[in-house]
């Protein structure tokens, strides 16, 4: 891995980025950031603009902390001696430029994108557990995380920044991974984090509505899906071996088969395809069904809850395919997987009643969870869900209705509120709750803490008391402080305490 300070000019030669103006020879870097929070000294500070603030604004602050230069689309008026350079595109020379100061680890790896709306972090799992089946060495930056040798790190965003994802690639190349698994988000294709990028494939879930604060339209969101297979798959063409699995049971999925000079790879559980699923029959940690591939017939157990895994799991063989993997590989891979942590996730603790964990925010994803559960439990269904602040609200009075349809008792909390007020959020939650109220009811707790406590000491025996939302997440996000916060050990905490069970009370 490059962190050796590296010229100006050699920099931009790497980066393969031709400046509107002429670039200093005596400029040394020792870094690049679009943060002037993480700049040091002798950095190259980047003036991106996202959607909150604009780089530019913060040149004279990037000046003061000692940057080395700062590469703007249009020339400031006042930098305080900063030399500023232009580009045509300060989002795309970001990624580029970190790409070439490690040393354009991309081109030393084989890069697989997952993306879609559900699904995409099983599924980014799966694929890297398929490929270490086949033999292979696999580093993989997830939503749950990075992990490179076994080794795992947090990680605030589904798709890590430009900064933060070259060094990781950097840091997988330099392991001696063969391949890297990269869970692919909207907000990366369209703030382009990927540039710099080069994928050998990419892998499509399902394209559902969501994001739309940013998106604006579910067209430009299915859009921004479009592109990554474009721009950073299919761009790579046949002299590469370029291929693409496409969910055939999907709008998009389908859209996609017209991209020229990269192979496709189809799957479906509900029409004919490369992979396909058939009888499928799904219980507690098991899913059983047949994968039809290359012609064969392959029984495939997995140890996950859940039918919609099954798209998941022909996705995931679909990249296994496309990678070279034997079938027996692959099948190995799928029935030794155990899954993600925070996806319908069964907590183990030694209450009478089931309490499941799960990372579902779409309505899409939290219909799909509540059916299963539904189907998994003899007695009440019980949930608990607060939707993210500073995301697309037209979600939280759908998800709401949804929560409604399916829940025998349900308590409305906050989740992620960020800038928000979480009573504001709840109110729209609820507004679609009482379209078609719980049997039973509904309670409206902000704290989440408390919430989750008031649905286990409303649980009997047999019951089922789901938890949305937080999955994997060990915060809260509130007004840009991230705040410890954990439901598992809420949970543990709760089984630690003698309940007393009453259906009178």
């Known amino acids: 891995m490059n962190s050796t300070p590296i010229s100006l000019s050699e920099l931009f030669r790497l980066a393969g980025i031709v400046p509107v103006d002429p670039v200093p020879d005596h ?10 929070a993480e700049l040091k000294a002798g ?14 604004d913060f040149l004279s602050i990037a000046a003061a902390k000692g940057a080395c230069a700062a590469i703007v689309n249009k020339k400031p008026s006042h930098t305080n001696g900063l030399i500023s350079i232009r580009v045509a595109d300060t989002a795309e020379a970001l990624g580029r430029l970190c790409a070439g100061f490690y040393g ?11 993306t879609g709306t559900d699904g995409k972090s099983t599924t980014a799992h799966l694929v890297a557990h398929i490929l270490r089946s086949g033999g292979y060495q696999v580093a993989i930056t997830s939503t749950v995380g990075t992990e490179i040798s076994g080794k795992t790190y947090p990680m605030l965003n589904t798709t890590p920044p430009a900064p933060l994802l070259q060094q990781f690639l950097a840091e997988a190349a330099c392991a001696g991974n063969d391949y890297v698994v990269v869970e692919v988000s909207s907000h990366a294709v369209v703030q382009k984090r990927l540039a710099g990028c080069k994928f050998c494939g990419g892998v499509l879930t399902n394209v559902a509505a969501d994001h739309l604060e940013l998106h604006q339209s579910i067209r430009n969101y299915r859009e921004a899906k479009r592109r990554f297979f474009r721009e950073y798959v299919a761009a790579n063409g046949n002299s590469s071996g370029a291929w693409q699995v496409l969910n055939k049971d999907d709008l998009v999925g389908k859209s996609l088969t017209a991209i020229n000079n990269v192979r496709t790879i189809q799957y479906s559980v509900l029409n004919s395809a490369h992979l396909q699923a058939r009888r499928i029959v799904a219980g507690r940690n098991r899913i059983d069904f047949e994968m039809g591939i290359q012609g064969r017939v392959v029984p495939v157990r997995l140890t996950l809850t859940g039918r919609y895994n099954v798209w998941n799991a022909l996705a995931a063989a679909g990249a296994g ?3 070279d993997v034997s079938l027996d590989s692959i099948r190995e891979g799928l029935e030794t997987f155990s899954g993600v942590k925070g996806r319908f996730e069964y907590i183990h603790c030694e209450l009478p009643f089931e309490v499941v964990i799960d990372y579902a925010h779409t309505p899409q994803a939290v219909s799909q969870v ?20 500073d995301r697309w609200p037209g979600k939280r009075s759908l998800i709401g209705k949804i929560i409604g349809e399916h829940a025998d008792f349900a308590v409305v909390t906050s989740d992620n509120p960020g800038f928000e007020d979480p009573a504001g959020i ?41 938890l949305l939302g937080k999955g994997h997440e060990e915060f809260q996000m509130i007004k840009g402080i991230h705040y410890p916060f954990s439901e598992r050990e809420i949970v543990l905490r709760f089984s630690k305490v003698e309940p007393v069970f009453s259906k009178a009370g």
């Open 426 to 466: 709840a109110k729209a939650v609820v507004r679609g709750l009482q379209i078609k109220p719980p049997p039973e009811g509904y309670e409206v707790e902000l704290d989440r803490a408390r919430a989750v406590d008031i649905a286990l000491s409303a649980a009997w025996p047999g019951d089922m008391v789901l």
């Open 43 to 56: 950095m190259v500070f980047v003036a991106r603009e996202g959607t909150t603030f604009n780089g530019h």
């Open 321 to 323: 395919i496309a990678c």
């Open 27 to 36: 400029i040394s870097v020792t870094g690049i950031t679009e943060s002037t």
């Open 370 to 389: 509540l059916r299963e559960s539904r189907q998994l439990t003899s007695g009440r269904l019980i949930t608990v869900f607060g939707s993210p602040g």
């Open 104 to 114: 354009n680890p991309s081109h030393k790896l084989r890069l697989i994108g997952v």
